[in-house]
């Protein structure tokens, strides 16, 4: 059981925008910021968004998050083939002193 | 270029003990948090450890608390993970990952490929 709740899966047709939901308690989200990881099978994570809603460079601007107390959520707008992955919000969890994962979304582009 | 390169997993009885590395290059090792992170067959991410610049801060994940050590060494840019009394649920692929602040936001910002670890008899 993931300290983080993000949904299992999801899907969308190219060019359609999709939303990840990411659950936390006042320990975790509500205290810090929130990172988001993409990973393809037999790969390691690349993180996507850090500081809730901030880019590293090369991240293409389709990619957004965003955070409102316990919650965050990540947007991919004009969604492409190549943006099936699993999906993981990250955070610090001060009563842990450990980092929290969500259990992952699986997101399908039919 | 920022690279971390694991090595050291393999497959190991229960009960057995296995010492992961990972090789740092491309950044200034010594000014940075590192963490430990591992991915069973199959599952999601988790969290196992992380120690400080300086060593003085350290800490484990429950699920592995007493039976594994994370060290670094800075003068040879490397961080460790000595797993004893290893256990099947501790088969996974096993990633250590940079801890970065931008601002005051903390992030693991780079990753390594991993290394696998497979316990079985």
């Known amino acids: 059981q993931s300290v983080l709740t993000q949904p299992p899966s999801t899907s969308g047709t190219p060019g359609q925008r999709v939303t990840i939901s990411c659950s936390g308690s006042s320990s975790n989200i509500g205290s810090n910021t929130v990172n988001w990881y993409q990973q393809f099978p037999g790969t390691a994570p690349k993180l996507l968004i850090y500081s809730n809603n901030q880019r590293p460079s090369g991240v293409p601007d389709r990619f957004s998050g965003s955070k409102s107390g316990t919650s965050a959520s990540l947007a991919i707008s004009g969604l492409q083939s190549e943006d099936e992955a699993d999906y993981y919000c990250a955070t610090w969890d001060d009563s842990l002193n450990a980092w929290v994962f969500g259990g992952g979304t699986k997101l399908t582009v039919l | 270029e920022v690279q971390l390169v694991e090595s050291g997993g393999g497959l190991v009885q229960p009960g057995g003990s296995l010492r992961l590395s990972c090789a740092a290059s491309g950044f200034t090792f010594s000014a940075y948090t590192m963490n430990w992170v591992r991915q069973a067959p199959g599952k999601g991410l988790e969290w196992i450890s992380y120690i400080s610049v300086s060593r003085n801060t350290i800490y484990y994940a429950d699920s592995v608390k007493g039976r594994f050590t994370i060290s670094r060494d800075n003068a040879k840019n490397s961080l460790y993970l000595q797993m004893n009394n290893l256990r099947d649920e501790d088969t996974a692929r096993y990633f250590c990952?940079?801890?970065?602040?931008?601002?005051?936001?903390?992030?693991?910002?780079?990753w390594g490929q991993g290394a696998l670890v497979t316990v079985s008899s």
């Open positions: 990952a940079r801890l970065k602040w931008f601002g005051d936001s903390p992030s693991l910002d780079y």
